[in-house]
């Protein structure tokens, strides 16, 4: 992103509030001059702001933008896509004037501001006939939507926080066989620093484990799959990952009481040992009371219900890096790198060891990642570095084989 100041003091552009020019992509939009809502150097200034944006958040759009032209390209007809919470618009924008195929986008914010600060992007970026602006609250301008022939090929929810009080509305408002995307910023939760409020929101009880990012994501996943299922709909989710500070989701969602009944079929339980790192998942909704430790015999601690299923389809993820590869972006490296991670680690098992922990836990010198993967995979063992973890593997090798490959890789 790069910032021309060719707007600036208050009243500017009919804004009684400080606002800027910045280029992303290939669009220039007018924004909230962040800055002058930044009086000390912690603040987070997109939330002060009277009109939502994030620059921290380029990455992600431009994500979406390359998810958007690969799913766009296997769909017969033009996109109509929506975004209910749309700030100031930039990701919008951005699908109607980089995505090949949208026909229409519409925005919608409850905020009058930001409406007004859409339509002026629409109109500096010259797509008056593709995007469109309304002020309402998200989930009444989805449910407008809900009727078979009016339906969107493409949802993006990126809320600030949770995207859970949206789910219903949107799962609702897309037609059979379209993707929907889901942002969720609220890690604390999920993660399981606060565990009764992500069994509230998610519906399921997440671990403080070494793991808690992929955690997150599939407690994400499993709350998009319940919501779905009330409504006979079955989820396929297409490509997740957690970065930074939030989770991110794009799955197909596939109408029918039989596709609903298939994505339960994948929901179910992670077990942890905290004494020796052991874990195992078990599919189904209905538990154990107890469970024990096979390889030390410590009482296991559960994670969910959650979903147990794969977390990316591995021809969907080379789809979009083939998009990433036709374009010049910013974080072209990162997410060529971010992607490449996640289509490799595609299809294996659910949770992931990081190498400082088992070394932490065994007092042992931290050895090069790529000998550990080498000395599990020379055991028989399948093993791929992970995107959640720099210094994370997936691994179907038990602790104990892990453990055993650290030390002979020192």
Known sequence: ???????????????????????????????????????????????????????????????????????????PHGLVVSEPLAGCGVRGVRFAVEVDNVEKVAMNDINPLAVKMIEYNI??????????????????????????????????????????????????????????????????????????????????????????HEIAVRLLIGSLVFAAAKHEMGVKPALAYAVNHYCRLYAFIRHGARRADESIRRMGYILHCFNCLHRETHMGMVPRLEWKCPNCGSVMEAAGPLWLGELSDEGFCESTVREAERRELKESKRIMRLLSLIKGESGGPATYYTIDKICDKHNLRIPPLKSVITKIREKGFKAVPTHFNSRGVRTDAPSRVVKEAVEESL
């Open 1 to 75: 992103m790069s910032i021309h100041h060719e707007s600036g003091g208050a009243g500017s552009l009919g804004f009684d509030f400080p606002t800027e020019i910045v280029v992303e992509g290939d669009v220039r939009v007018l924004v909230p001059k962040l800055e002058a809502y930044k009086t000390k150097a912690w603040e987070y200034a997109p939330s002060k702001a009277p009109v939502f944006y994030n620059p921290a958040m380029e990455m992600n759009r431009d994500i979406a933008v390359l998810a958007l032209q690969a799913y766009g390209r296997k769909v």
């Open 123 to 212: 109109r500096l970026n010259k797509v008056e006939g593709k995007a469109s602006a309304e002020n309402k609250d998200a989930n009444l301008f989805l449910s407008q939507y809900a009727a078979p022939r009016v339906r969107f090929d493409y949802i993006d929810v990126d809320p600030f926080g949770s995207p859970v009080p949206y789910l219903d509305s949107a799962v609702r408002a897309l037609r059979n066989g379209g993707l929907i995307a889901l942002t969720a910023t609220d890690m604390a939760p999920l993660c399981g620093v606060h565990p009764n409020a992500s069994l509230r929101k998610y519906g399921g009880k997440p671990l403080r484990t070494e793991y808690c």
